[in-house]
């Protein structure tokens, strides 16, 4: 039997999917000729994927920029229905304001355009200048109401600057008075905290991601953001950057910060940490094809929380989503994880 949406019961959708305008990589590839930034995660990530001579990056260099031939062919090929598209990190963030708004209204009316061409295929989430906070509220607002994008897109710091900074709430407002999820992607550590990573190569995707961000959700928990943004929506990729796994030490340590009155910066909050990671946020798989982990993730964030993604074209492995069908679920999770989750969430 053909596999189908229909034979199998749920379409396939992938939540975290990457895309870049040509205008961006030329933008990055100028800045690392030029050397005119100061970011060696940057340099590190895009120097090897914009100038390698490796089939890796020569691959990845393209597919991440054919917005239909190659990749509705790698869809088809894989069984995925509907890719989430997102612009790739870091995004416009490494712009300055002007730029990065400027760009994050042309990416955004650019994804609108391939999702008009194939709407059963394609969603997207919109990017967004966070150094401009209430002009990333306005482009937030028009790209949800006027493009039809379906949540908003960061990738995670913004020139080593974190959005529990209460100058971004415009940002935070905007996602939670449209209902739309905030999606924090990774960024490369900031240049404050990536020496002791780039030695071993480590800034990236194997871990530097992870705890670069890990570390960014932990800062808003911990400021305060959902006590004053009670409905906001945040969705993690990498199955939460590691931080289900490290929810009963960090809600004991922080009571126990609280009570000792140890930091200016930490302040009593009305909930714990873990309640905040359970009831605001949702996750996705990418790039953890791994059912160890998927199923902990489950199991305490709960299925209706977590949700299939690919990380395309950076993870691009199609033997890994006939391992995801395999996932030991009764068929009505099966459903939640492919399918309905993202669909409820994002309103596909
Ligand atoms: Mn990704």
């Not at 997102?86 to 609108?112: E, H, K, R, W, Y």
């Not at 999606?183 to 480590?202: E, G």
């Not at 400021?223 to 796994?245: A, C, N, Q, T, W």
Request: with cysteine; charged share 25%; net charge negative.
């Amino acid at each position: 039997m053909q596999d189908t949406a229909q034979t199998r019961g749920y379409r396939r959708i992938a939540t975290e999917e990457a895309w870049a305008p040509a205008e961006l990589v030329q933008r990055y590839l100028k800045l690392l000729e030029s050397g005119t930034h100061n970011d060696p995660g940057f340099a590190n990530l895009w120097g090897f994927f914009g100038q390698s001579s490796s089939p890796r990056a020569r691959d990845l260099l393209h597919r991440i920029q054919d917005m239909e031939q190659r990749r509705l062919a790698d869809m088809d090929a894989a069984g995925i229905d509907m890719q989430l598209l997102m612009l790739t990190a870091p995004g416009v963030q490494m712009f300055d304001a002007a730029t990065a708004c400027d760009m994050a209204i042309s990416a955004n009316d650019q994804v609108a355009e391939v999702i008009r061409r194939h709407p059963t295929r394609f969603a997207g989430l919109c990017a967004f200048a966070p150094h401009a906070p209430e002009a990333a509220a306005r482009e937030i607002e028009r790209s949800v109401n006027r493009l039809g994008l379906k949540g908003a897109l960061v990738n995670s710091h913004t020139q080593g600057e974190y959005l529990d900074d209460q100058k971004y709430d415009p940002i935070f407002a905007a996602c939670e008075a449209l209902d739309v999820p905030l999606y924090i992607h990774p960024n490369s550590p900031s240049p404050q905290m990536v020496q002791p990573f780039l030695s071993r190569c480590l800034d990236a995707a194997i871990y530097g991601f992870q705890a670069e961000t890990g570390l960014h959700v932990l800062r808003l928990i911990v400021s305060g953001v959902f006590d004053r943004f009670p409905k906001l929506k945040v969705v993690l990729g990498h199955l939460g950057e590691g931080l289900p796994f490290w929810l009963y030490r960090i809600d004991f340590m922080h009571a126990g910060i609280v009570r000792s009155n140890r930091s200016e910066g930490v302040k009593p909050l009305l909930r714990k940490p873990s309640d905040y990671l359970r009831e605001n946020f949702w996750y996705t798989t990418s790039g953890m094809a791994w059912e160890p982990s998927i199923r902990f993730v489950q199991q305490n964030m709960g299925h209706d929380r977590v949700m299939y993604a690919m990380d395309y074209p950076y993870q691009y492995v199609p033997e890994e989503v006939r391992a995801m069908d395999k996932l030991d679920l009764r068929p009505e999770q099966k459903h939640q994880f492919f399918e309905g989750n993202a669909a409820k969430l994002f309103r596909l």
